[in-house]
């Protein structure tokens, strides 16, 4: 709803020069349909250069709004006596509250008197040839013709409709008929005011779940998602209803808006008009995504500019942020005004809690508007309340104003106070409600004036396709995950997690280190190591001790180390687990750290987590035990190991029927490094297949033909394909392409050499949502490797897959290093490359060309950029010389570089 009155009249266009045209060329009988067509592109074009000189997008959206009312009543007269008394042309919807952007819906709607239903030839004649006239000049309308018995009928029937028709406009036609459809669709006969609110609550809650109930979508939409544009209209629908409010700003003189709250909602509506109207002339259609590409533009376009630790595009897009999230705080607030207006008894006894505060109705409420002046700490107070106080639905929404214009009482003398230290570790260590006191401390503009390292992040973006939430969203999601690691109920999620972190001793040392580990980005510098130093100051001016305060220090300076270790390195190498074991130090940084990492993922990106990850950390996690439990003084041994790992592989082997000797018989050509690489269960898998092989029995296998095998691996998490095979060219490349073709991730590759001229590779996939491949998958992935591998020629099949719309907004330039792993005498390559089908497919045929073997390879993708870590040698074993780095080098760069094909 905007500030003017809804209804707009004649006399209210400003001036539109186009029109005068247009009445003179249709005095002069001149063509009408161009003369129309002329008159709409003009008064377009005339809005465009408006916008571009910084009229208000307020202001030009109602200049629309009188261009399209102007158009309508003259191709109405020329279809229909404007003195008719039966039928009525009326505005609906957008339309009807006198706002259109560039390319906003039309919508219309032919009101007819009883005896003038569409039965009737003439009537309807005329209604399809003004219809059909619109769209023959450009104005797409969406349309009905419907009597006011019609009319009650659908509204009575879709609480949609009723909603369009209670914001209609009479713009020609018989004002008794529109005033007959008004009251016979009003709150007296349809959707009383009561009804009306549950349903369009209900709506709302529904259209917030489909954009996962966050306000912080990396590509959010400007009308629909929290805290956009219908959140505004849904305050102004409401009021009209039970009010019959005409604008926002009559529901001051009815108490439910001050003057600042609305002078917020307004100009919180006024950005957002201006996003919107821009997005339509950019796209020249009804568009109110705004997609990554229409973000970098809009910025431009806006006046914002790179500054020294933040894009132009983030800044605007924080400034998106924080305008939605003051418009979610409104909304919330004005809609359980209305709720306890509307749904809730008046005249309840209030319950007493303490002195400052009181229930009523379920909600927790002040016992007068000066608590919070007189006792400052009520602020967080009132916070611990609701997490002791189960009954309750939430704090009371006069109540929730006063905590917003109150909240500058939390300042630096509020923040030193010992029990405001108490009361908020209180709230982190009470044994339910941490997640939700946390979340309505941000929502209400405490949490960043308790912690200003938080307000400074509140609404700040980074522009990559991998963090898909704001700093402070996802800080919450981490710390929510955190928090149901601690719940029983919630065991079967993440079991491991829960496990480790329900035995913590201090659990809030966990929801400290979440609240810290990300609150030092946007300052230049490493933020873990800025907000470590935040972290521990923090603590100790909480009063906690120096050994809790140090660990939570570390924990937010270390919170990646865990998952660039799992992804990055190869943890079956003994050496890299005891490397990560000292630097972990004992079990509890180990434990900490485990559940931060699986919580900092989780809340990173709804579809970061997935099976593979989640066997690849809790395989770290389990190894680094183990080093610990020995001792950092006595490191596992390579041979010891081995020793084991091939002791189960033999267990399961003659589970399967194969005797030890044939096993036996299978490793002697395989090296050390195979079974360092390898689970038992994978390995019994391979020498199965390979026993078979051998096999007298196995007369279909020719000399030279490969084994190719898919199973799921529970264990691992994700689906297994075997190898077997000369080592013939392109086979690694051949292999790569055929899996990216059927659109599966790999995620892990391992390659082992055997009898002479045989290789052993094994890779390791996922479907594109993050879960293992189905049984079908499994044997059409098995075929397309097989051909893949028997194709005929010297190249291996080009991928057809398309770049995704998302990825292609950005450029990732290549970065190539190069480091040596002296201990297993090898080079280890790390590839950061903007990510695209058949990427692998060309690194491999890179190594190809550079004369390069690969041992094993660790798969990341990072939002929009592949992150990868290749182990490999030149085709003597070797670690790869100065030449034969610069020579692929040169590769990489010719097929990946800026200037590749």
Not at 73 to 88: M, N, T, V
Not at 876 to 897: H, K, V
Request: aromatic share 8%.
């Amino acid at each position: 709803m905007s500030v003017r009155p809804l209804a707009a009249g004649p006399g209210t266009h400003t001036s539109m020069p186009e029109l005068d045209d247009l009445d003179a060329r249709l005095a002069e009988d001149d063509d009408a349909l161009d003369a129309f067509r002329t008159a709409l592109s003009r008064g377009d074009e005339r809005l465009r250069e408006a916008f571009a000189a910084e009229v208000p997008a307020e202001q030009l959206v109602r200049q629309r709004a009188d261009l399209v009312d102007a158009l309508l009543l003259r191709a109405w007269r020329r279809h229909f006596d404007a003195s008719a008394p039966g039928i009525a042309l009326v505005a609906t919807g957008g339309y009807g509250r006198g706002e259109l952007h560039p390319c906003s819906d039309i919508d219309v709607m032919i009101l007819l008197a009883q005896d003038q239903t569409t039965e009737r030839e003439d009537a309807r004649r005329g209604i399809e040839g003004f219809l059909a006239f619109l769209w023959d000049i450009g104005l797409e309308v969406g349309h009905s013709a419907r009597t006011v018995d019609d009319c009650v009928a659908a509204a009575a029937d879709d609480i949609t409709v009723a909603t369009s028709l209670m914001e209609s406009r009479l713009l020609c036609g018989p004002g008794e008929l529109f005033d007959a459809m008004r009251r016979a669709t009003g709150p007296q006969h349809v959707w009383s005011s009561r009804s009306f609110f549950e349903a369009k609550l209900r709506e709302q809650l529904a259209r917030h779940h489909r954009f996962h109930d966050t306000a912080y979508n990396l590509e959010p939409n400007v009308k629909s998602s929290p805290g956009g544009l219908r959140d505004i209209q849904m305050i102004g629908w409401v009021a009209k209803r039970h009010f019959g409010a005409a604008n926002l700003h009559e529901l001051i003189a009815h108490g439910f808006l001050t003057e600042n709250e609305h002078a917020r909602l307004i100009a919180g509506q006024a950005f957002l008009w201006k996003v919107r109207f821009a997005l339509h002339l950019l796209t020249g259609r009804r568009e109110d995504r705004l997609l990554f590409d229409h973000q970098l533009r809009l910025a431009a376009q806006f006046g914002y500019e790179d500054a020294s630790y933040t894009l132009a595009v983030e800044q605007f897009m924080q400034r998106y942020y924080r305008t939605i999230i003051e418009l979610s705080r409104l909304n919330e607030m004005l809609l359980q005004l209305f709720q306890e207006a509307i749904l809730i008894p008046s005249g309840a006894p209030p319950t007493p809690v303490n002195p400052r505060f009181r229930i009523r109705n379920d909600y927790l409420e002040v016992v007068d508007g000066g608590v919070f002046a007189r006792d400052p700490s009520a602020l967080l107070e009132i916070f611990l309340l609701t997490q002791q106080i189960p009954r309750l639905r939430g704090v009371s929404a006069a109540t929730i104003r006063l905590i917003r214009r109150n909240v500058d009482l939390v300042d630096e003398q509020f923040r030193q106070h010992p029990r405001n230290h108490r009361l908020f570790l209180e709230i982190l260590r009470a044994p339910s409600g941490v997640t939700h006191a946390l979340r309505r401390m941000n929502l209400y503009g405490v949490l960043g004036r308790y912690i200003p390292a938080f307000g400074r992040i509140v609404g700040r973006m980074q522009y990559d396709l991998f963090h898909v939430y704001t700093v402070d969203a996802h800080t919450l999601f981490v710390v929510g995950r955190l928090r149901r690691f601690a719940v029983a109920r919630y065991n079967h999620e993440f079991p491991r997690c829960s496990e480790i972190m329900q035995a913590l001793a201090k659990p809030e040392l966990a929801y400290l280190a979440g609240i810290f580990h990300d609150i030092g980005k946007g300052r230049g510098g490493d933020h873990s190591e800025l907000g470590a130093v935040d972290a521990e100051a923090f603590c100790l001016e909480q009063g906690l001790s120096r050994y809790d305060a140090r660990l939570v220090a570390w924990l937010v300076r270390h919170h990646l180390v865990l998952s660039i270790t799992a992804q990055k390195k190869d943890i079956s190498d003994p050496q890299v687990v005891n490397e990560f074991a000292r630097q972990v130090g004992d079990q509890t940084h180990l434990d900490y750290l485990y559940v931060l990492t699986v919580a900092d993922v989780c809340g990173t990106n709804p579809k970061l987590w997935n099976s593979w990850k989640a066997a690849l950390f809790e395989e770290l996690y389990e190894r680094t035990r183990r080093a610990l439990r020995r001792g950092l003084e006595s490191p596992s041994d390579k041979d010891e190991l081995i020793a084991e790992t091939q002791e189960a592989a033999t267990r399961l082997l003659m589970e399967r029927g194969v005797a030890p000797e044939r096993s036996l018989a299978v490793w002697e050509s395989l090296t050390d490094e195979y079974f360092l690489q390898h689970r038992p269960e994978e390995i019994a898998w391979h020498t199965a297949l390979l026993s078979a092989r051998t096999d007298s029995q196995a007369a279909d296998y020719g000399a030279d033909d490969p084994i190719v095998a898919v199973e799921a691996q529970p264990g691992r998490g994700g689906t297994a394909v075997f190898l077997y095979a000369a080592e013939m060219l392109h086979g690694f490349a051949r292999t790569t392409a055929a899996i990216d073709e059927l659109g599966l991730t790999i995620v892990d590759a391992r390659v082992s050499h055997s009898a002479p001229g045989f290789s052993l590779e094994t890779y390791y996939v996922l479907e594109p949502s993050g879960i293992p491949a189905d049984e079908t998958r499994r044997a059409e992935l098995a075929q397309a490797v097989w051909q893949g591998l028997m194709a005929d020629g010297d190249r291996p099949t080009r991928i057809l897959r398309r770049v995704p719309r998302q990825a292609r907004m950005f450029s990732t330039p290549l970065q190539v290093e190069f480091s040596e792993d002296r201990a297993n005498a090898r080079s280890i390559l790390e590839l950061i490359a903007g990510d695209r089908p058949g990427l692998l497919s060309e690194i491999a045929q890179a190594f190809l060309a550079a004369g390069v073997e690969l041992s094993a390879a660790k798969i990341m993708t990072v939002g929009e950029r592949a992150e990868d870590v290749f182990f490999v040698n030149d085709r003597a074993g070797r670690p790869l010389n100065e030449a034969g780095r610069s020579r692929l080098e040169a590769e990489l760069e010719r097929r990946l570089g800026a200037g590749a094909p």
